[in-house]
């Protein structure tokens, strides 16, 4: 174990991102950050620092415990970072979550198939008794 490590590296190896080049891609575009300043993917981080991660539309805090460069299984990495994320980011996620259709008010896009049933019979002509209609009386 290296005392420090790149943070690509690190947050590939502690399972955060799934890639590698995902990890420097975040870093690119500014997503992680240490101290509120953004990182470069080649930055080297020691154990003890607080790293957040912005995965909308929430931002992940991780304390470094263990600085690796070797992607770990899903079972020790509770001894690599703890997660030091703020309670109210979960609750944001979970109202995230809550609210991800019913922003859709009723009555608007397609209708489902219940509502074509009842539009059928209500334009189908059989329905009124229209079909003996003549037009010829009028």
């Known amino acids: 174990m290296a005392d420090i490590a790149r ?15 995902i990890a420097a891609d975040a870093c690119k575009n500014g997503r992680v950050t240490i ?14 620092e607080v790293i957040s991660v912005k995965k909308p539309p929430i931002t992940y805090s991780f304390e470094v415990l263990q600085t690796i460069e070797k992607r770990v299984g899903a079972k020790l990495v509770s001894e690599v970072y703890k997660n030091v994320t703020d309670a109210k980011q979960y609750e944001l996620l979970e109202m995230s979550r809550i609210s991800g259709f019913v922003d859709r008010a009723r009555g608007t896009g397609r209708p489902t198939k219940k509502d074509r049933r009842q539009l059928d019979a209500f334009v189908d002509p ?13």
């Open 35 to 48: 101290k509120g300043i953004n990182v470069k993917p080649s930055h080297t981080i020691k154990a003890g």
């Open 126 to 138: 059989a329905l009124f008794g229209f079909d003996d209609f003549d037009d010829e009386e009028y």
């Open 7 to 21: 943070i690509d590296k690190w947050l590939w190896a502690a399972r955060i991102f799934k890639t590698r080049s």
